[in-house]
């Protein structure tokens, strides 16, 4: 029983976390186009920040709590589905960590990247979210 919770928590912590990285890149494209303190920037700064630190941040953070107790509980360490997928995780984190930093850029108004170039960072999360999940699910090695 306590396995099937700590699964069910590690999902939702999943689902928080991907809503977050799916959406954050989007207000970036949409901030990308507006002037350095306008009422509009403002706004994106407020919604990133409140966004990343209430949402994302901690939903990661509960991901890989959860997952790294059910990798030790299920002894999935050495199985090579496992090993892929936490390559993948890992770089999950890190695209979170350069969302991060262009967030302190938008704050600070030193952001210099087009809308064009969040348009694509927009789709990383979720090629990184098909391949997670098709290798939880398949276990295919």
């Known amino acids: 029983m306590l396995y099937l919770v700590l699964k069910s928590l590690h999902i939702i912590a999943v689902i928080a976390w991907m809503a977050g990285m799916l959406y954050l890149p989007r207000l970036y494209v949409y901030h990308a186009d507006t002037k350095p303190g306008s009422p509009q920037s403002e706004t994106f700064k407020i919604m ?21 107790i059910l990798a ?23 695209v979170h960590g350069a969302f ?17 170039f969040y348009r694509v960072w927009n789709e990383v999360p979720t090629l990184l979210m098909i391949g997670i999940v098709f290798l939880v699910v398949l276990q295919p090695f």
């Open 48 to 68: 990133e920040r409140r966004l990343l630190r209430a949402i994302i941040n901690p939903a990661m953070v509960a991901t890989w709590i959860f997952g790294l």
């Open 72 to 94: 030790y509980l299920g002894g999935y360490w050495l199985q090579g589905w496992f090993i892929l997928k936490l390559a993948l995780v890992l770089a999950m984190s890190g």
């Open 100 to 116: 991060s930093r262009w967030r302190k850029d938008f704050e600070a108004d030193r952001n210099t990247r087009p809308a064009r």
